[in-house]
């Protein structure tokens, strides 16, 4: 289902490859790829992309069905000996010293880091729709076009992914206070 | 439905855009990427570069050195960015790896992968000041067939082609990538000690390269 305010599905791989270049390195790192692995896994879905793009019919948004693949390539490659062994470091990573993202404060970055930590405690299930909805500001219903699972499953998942991560830094928080109380 | 815990919203906020790549991480997968398709398919993409962006990627590439690349990438307007690396994709590697390809193309059912021993018959070596992006292209071909070789699990092939680089390219614009790779396929062949005397060498001419730290890191950084 093509949702209204999508665009008509571009038909060119460099055009795709453009608009959806950032969406799909996020998603691949929330999803859990770590840092050495992700040029790889972003690599990987592009060229899957690239393979099926002509089959592609337009009957879901075009972010969807990428994010589709993205999941499947994360998990087709997340055996340990891959993903958790930094390869040797050569050209292509040493090879870029100059950083230009957007600017972040140390608050941000470890921001960052702690949610990052959080989607680890959540299963593949509940992470990958608190990334599309709460993240990402997907629709639900365009979350379940994109897994592949019922608005109920969705919702309920979602619900738990909420729950367990409220949890996880109430839980964490009280232990700074308390650490923080100790220490002053 | 359970809303989002006022906490976690306040971290999301916080977190935002931290995920996100930057322009350096889409010019490197653009790069490989472009190699493992072809020219054709990320090529096209390149037409919406601005005429600045690609003047300016293009540009810096015959300038050389990969700081400068990304530098330039840097000065590029945001919507620019990435169609910037798409022209410096096709402007570094990807004619050239066409090109190389179709010169070594094998007969079907045949090793496709050209051999140091097939390019060293290549041209004899260049004074750097005679070589334009053509030569740059050349250079990073050769490097990035090196890397490739390493992550495949062929160190001495890696060598092999580290080694030509050395030969046709002996004042190239990417030596530091060459060293840090030699030493990098020294230590995956246990050659220990030859590693450690061209680290060594590398982090005395170079010491705040932004390849000192692997080197430090490897088997021939300082013993520990």
Same mark, same amino acid.
């Given at each position: 289902?093509?949702l209204?305010?999508?665009?008509?599905?571009?038909?060119?791989?460099g055009? &795709?490859?453009?608009?959806? +270049?950032?969406?799909?390195?996020r998603?691949?790192?929330?999803?859990?790829?770590?840092?050495?692995?992700?040029d790889?896994?972003?690599?990987?879905? +592009?060229?899957?992309?690239?393979?099926k793009?002509?089959? +592609?019919?337009g009957?879901?948004?075009? /972010?969807?069905?990428?994010f589709g693949?993205i !999941?499947?390539?994360?998990?087709?490659?997340?055996p340990?000996? !891959?993903?958790?062994l930094?390869?040797p470091?050569?050209?292509?990573?040493?090879?870029?010293? &100059?950083? @230009?993202?957007?600017l972040h404060?140390?608050?941000?970055?470890?921001a960052?880091?702690?949610?990052?930590?959080?989607?680890? /405690?959540l @299963? @593949?299930? /509940?992470?990958?729709?608190?990334?599309?909805v709460?993240l990402?500001?997907m629709?639900?219903?365009?979350a379940a076009?994109a897994?592949?699972?019922?608005?109920?499953t &969705?919702?309920? !998942?979602?619900r738990a992914?909420?729950?367990?991560?409220?949890?996880?830094l109430?839980?964490?928080r009280?232990?700074?206070?308390?650490?923080? !109380?100790c220490?002053? | 439905m359970?809303?989002?815990?006022?906490?976690?919203?306040?971290?999301?906020?916080?977190?935002r855009g931290? =995920?996100?790549?930057?322009?350096a =991480?889409?010019?490197?997968?653009?790069?490989?990427?472009?190699v493992? %398709?072809?020219?054709?398919?990320?090529?096209?993409?390149?037409?919406?570069?601005?005429?600045?962006?690609?003047?300016?990627?293009?540009?810096?590439?015959?300038?050389?050195?990969s700081?400068?690349?990304?530098?330039?990438?840097?000065?590029l307007g945001?919507?620019?960015?990435?169609?910037?690396?798409?022209v410096?994709?096709g402007t570094l590697?990807?004619?050239?790896?066409?090109?190389t390809? #179709?010169?070594?193309?094998?007969?079907?059912g045949?090793?496709a992968?050209p051999?140091?021993v097939?390019?060293?018959?290549?041209?004899?070596p260049?004074p750097?000041?005679?070589?334009?992006?053509?030569?740059?292209?050349?250079?990073?071909?050769?490097l990035?067939?090196?890397?490739?070789?390493?992550?495949?699990?062929?160190? =001495?092939?890696?060598?092999?082609?580290?080694?030509?680089?050395?030969?046709?390219?002996p004042?190239?614009? %990417?030596?530091?990538e060459?060293?840090?790779?030699r030493?990098?396929?020294?230590?995956a062949?246990?050659?220990?000690?030859q590693a450690?005397?061209? #680290?060594?060498?590398? %982090?005395?001419?170079?010491?705040? #390269?932004?390849?000192?730290t692997?080197?430090?890191?490897?088997?021939?950084?300082?013993?520990?």
């Amino acid at each position: 289902m093509r949702l209204p305010n999508d665009p008509p599905p571009p038909a060119d791989f460099g055009e &795709v490859y453009r608009m959806h +270049f950032d969406f799909a390195w996020r998603s691949a790192r929330r999803l859990g790829v770590p840092d050495h692995a992700l040029d790889d896994a972003v690599q990987e879905t +592009f060229m899957v992309v690239h393979r099926k793009l002509g089959e +592609f019919e337009g009957r879901s948004s075009l /972010k969807t069905w990428i994010f589709g693949i993205i !999941r499947r390539v994360v998990r087709d490659h997340r055996p340990p000996a !891959r993903w958790q062994l930094a390869p040797p470091a050569m050209l292509d990573q040493i090879a870029e010293p &100059v950083e @230009d993202g957007p600017l972040h404060s140390a608050a941000n970055a470890e921001a960052g880091r702690r949610l990052a930590r959080l989607l680890d /405690k959540l @299963d @593949d299930h /509940k992470r990958e729709v608190f990334v599309l909805v709460d993240l990402e500001e997907m629709t639900v219903p365009e979350a379940a076009e994109a897994i592949g699972a019922n608005l109920n499953t &969705v919702y309920a !998942r979602l619900r738990a992914a909420r729950r367990a991560l409220a949890e996880v830094l109430a839980r964490e928080r009280a232990r700074e206070r308390n650490l923080e !109380r100790c220490s002053g | 439905m359970l809303g989002l815990d006022p906490d976690l919203r306040q971290l999301v906020d916080e977190a935002r855009g931290c =995920d996100d790549p930057v322009a350096a =991480d889409r010019a490197r997968v653009t790069r490989a990427l472009a190699v493992r %398709l072809g020219a054709g398919a990320l090529a096209a993409a390149a037409t919406t570069a601005t005429t600045a962006a690609a003047t300016t990627a293009t540009t810096a590439t015959a300038l050389g050195g990969s700081a400068v690349r990304t530098t330039a990438m840097a000065g590029l307007g945001s919507g620019a960015k990435l169609a910037g690396a798409l022209v410096l994709a096709g402007t570094l590697g990807v004619g050239a790896s066409v090109a190389t390809r #179709s010169r070594h193309a094998p007969a079907p059912g045949r090793e496709a992968r050209p051999t140091a021993v097939t390019r060293s018959a290549a041209p004899a070596p260049l004074p750097a000041n005679a070589r334009g992006a053509s030569g740059l292209e050349e250079e990073v071909q050769l490097l990035r067939e090196a890397q490739q070789a390493m992550r495949e699990g062929h160190p =001495d092939r890696a060598l092999a082609l580290v080694d030509e680089h050395a030969r046709r390219f002996p004042e190239g614009l %990417l030596r530091q990538e060459r060293i840090a790779v030699r030493v990098l396929a020294l230590c995956a062949l246990g050659r220990t000690g030859q590693a450690r005397r061209e #680290s060594e060498g590398f %982090l005395r001419q170079w010491p705040a #390269s932004p390849f000192s730290t692997q080197l430090r890191a490897s088997c021939g950084g300082p013993r520990r």
